[in-house]
């Protein structure tokens, strides 16, 4: 054989070889990450630059296979991870992607930067194939095509047996209780449940459960939800109710109604009067579950009766994260391994707290998180009780911008503002109450008010004080931030300096001032009124904060102080 002969054939066999290497595994696989972390490099092989890392439990499509190393997809950007570091899954499970907005948007990968190839329209539906962070793929006329997860409603098919499980009712365990797109604690927040919400367990992985509530879904922390427990025989059987009394209410205006649900718009099914007690089951925003001496239940606006809590000897301790990227470890010290890491507001049952450090669970094993570096909201509470009484004889109307029909500002995630200030409002009204004020909501649900509605509230109460509270949105620049007072008559320009004052100082988010602004709920306020913008929700990473439980935390004892402050000058 002649040496071009020779040199020919070597040629051929190396680009075989490499084909042979360089396998397809199909847009179908997911790559599973099983250490924390794992190094992504720019090529297939160590002797390649690190260009970022991922995660112990995040999932990413994977688009080609080398030898032992697989490429994988991370949003816009595509990097090399150690094969036998990663567990290869096949393809999720596929099933049905239904629009629930009309021209829904299908583009040629997932982003936004890239092109529309057509429209759905609300109700139409592809198969799904696939998906890739917030981005649902679908079959499409003999095409791949790519939509948002915020605005499909995806039912998918059986789940694969390691995810199948009987339906299970669970019950939640502690307050604000995140819930998330995925099984993931870098997949967004979506909603939040309260303790004692009952839940239906459709599926689990790993250290997740797939839940069903009030005709939504989504992803829990399994540590966070338990077995309803059965009534202790002991107990009143003429109440099938699983729900332990958590203390009592006392009744403080002459007839109170008792409705079916936990709004204005529900059945009244009794009325109580001045001065009864009635055991407490639950809260949900700004009313109170009760049990009627028949053993009914029902529903008290929580404005309107006196709550007794008493202390439970078995309650949980929680804690809630402050900040992103939390570095969790293997023991209490600096100095011991990092087994993972968790965002802001993300909340973990305690086991013990010692040397400042407190032990958690974490992906079912114990581990440890540093104590300055969290917060224990049951904390705050105390510390605002303590001072009651700071606005007796004080009103004070809170208006929760936007509801009903009128969502709001959308945000970033597709996160309506509606939703973000019901719960803004019920949480600073419960420090507000706490420091002896007269509290009165415009809305405590998703009802539409009109903004003459909410004046007028304000000036028949003579409130002491209207409190607007809004987020902004300016999407032609997400990278625009901070929080802003705005009042019209000049004679509250002290009271929003005050209020924004103490907001920055709790919060630490960018200072937008307290400036003059025409909205009709404070133009056409006869009483001290402020509209308050506390954050941007079309700002990627400041949306997502003002969504967290630790912020609003921070957010109401900013507002609640400034008031406090002011109205005691």
Do not use: C
Request: hydrophobic letters at 35%; charged letters at 20%; aromatic letters at 8%.
């Amino acid at each position: 054989m002649t040496l071009k002969k020779r040199t020919t054939l070597l040629f051929f066999l190396i680009i075989g070889s490499f084909f042979i290497l360089s396998s397809d595994i199909s847009a179908e696989s997911t790559a599973v990450i099983k250490v924390e972390p794992l190094n992504v490099r720019g090529g297939p092989g160590l002797s390649h630059e690190q260009v970022t890392q991922v995660h112990k439990g995040e999932s990413y499509p994977v688009i080609q296979q080398k030898g032992n190393w697989v490429q994988i997809q991370m949003d816009s950007r595509k990097g090399w991870v150690a094969k036998w570091l990663v567990d290869l899954k096949g393809t999720p499970t596929v099933g049905k992607v239904t629009s629930d907005v009309d021209r829904l948007r299908i583009r040629s990968g997932p982003g936004t930067a890239h092109d529309i190839l057509g429209h759905m329209n609300k109700g139409t539906s592809y198969s799904k194939s696939g998906e890739q962070g917030e981005w649902i793929r679908i079959d499409y006329d003999g095409k791949q095509g790519w939509v948002h997860q915020n605005y499909v409603n995806v039912t998918t098919a059986a789940s694969s047996s390691s995810d199948q499980q009987q339906a299970e009712e669970k019950m939640v365990q502690v307050n604000n209780l995140n819930v998330r797109k995925r099984p993931s604690l870098s997949s967004e927040v979506i909603d939040q449940l309260d303790k004692g919400t009952k839940v239906t367990v459709t599926s689990e992985r790993e250290n997740w459960s797939n839940v069903t509530y009030n005709n939504n879904q989504g992803w829990v922390a399994s540590q966070f939800i338990e077995k309803s427990t059965p009534a202790s025989t002991q107990e009143d059987d003429t109440n099938p109710s699983t729900e332990q009394s958590k203390g009592t209410v006392t009744v403080q205006t002459p007839i109170l109604n008792v409705r079916s649900e936990g709004n204005l718009g529900s059945q009244v099914i009794a009325q109580v009067k001045k001065g009864d007690k009635l055991p407490f089951l639950q809260e949900k925003e700004a009313w109170y579950q009760i049990k009627l001496d028949n053993g009914q239940t029902g529903w008290v606006a929580n404005w309107l009766v006196e709550r007794d809590s008493v202390s439970t000897s078995n309650s949980k301790e929680w804690i809630t994260l402050l900040y992103n990227a939390t570095n969790i470890r293997k023991g209490p010290g600096t100095d011991t391994a990092i087994v993972g890491r968790a965002s802001m507001g993300d909340q973990f049952v305690v086991k013990s707290h010692k040397n400042k450090w407190y032990e958690i669970e974490y992906n079912n094993k114990t581990a440890y998180v540093a104590d300055w570096i969290v917060a224990n909201s049951q904390t705050d509470i105390k510390q605002m009780s303590q001072k009651n009484q700071t606005l007796k004889n004080k009103t004070i109307v809170i208006d929760a911008g936007h509801g009903g029909r009128d969502v709001g500002t959308i945000g970033h995630d597709g996160f309506y503002e509606k939703k973000l200030t019901i719960k803004t409002a019920n949480r600073l009204a419960e420090r507000l109450r706490l420091a002896g004020a007269n509290v009165i909501l415009t809305r405590t649900d998703d009802t539409y008010i009109s903004l003459s509605s909410r004046a007028t509230m304000s000036n028949v109460k003579g409130a002491d004080a209207f409190l607007s509270l809004h987020y902004n949105s300016f999407p032609q620049s997400p990278s625009v931030s901070g929080i802003g007072t705005y009042y019209y008559h000049d004679r509250d320009r002290a009271f929003a300096q005050t209020v924004q004052r103490a907001m920055i100082q709790s919060t630490a988010l960018h200072n937008r001032e307290a400036r003059f602004g025409d909205y009709h709920v404070i133009r056409e306020n006869r009483q001290p009124a402020l509209l308050l913008e506390l954050g941007f929700l079309s700002n990627p990473q400041e949306g997502k904060t003002v969504q967290t439980k630790s912020f609003q935390e921070k957010i109401t004892k900013g507002i609640a102080k400034g008031v406090i402050e002011y109205l005691n000058k």
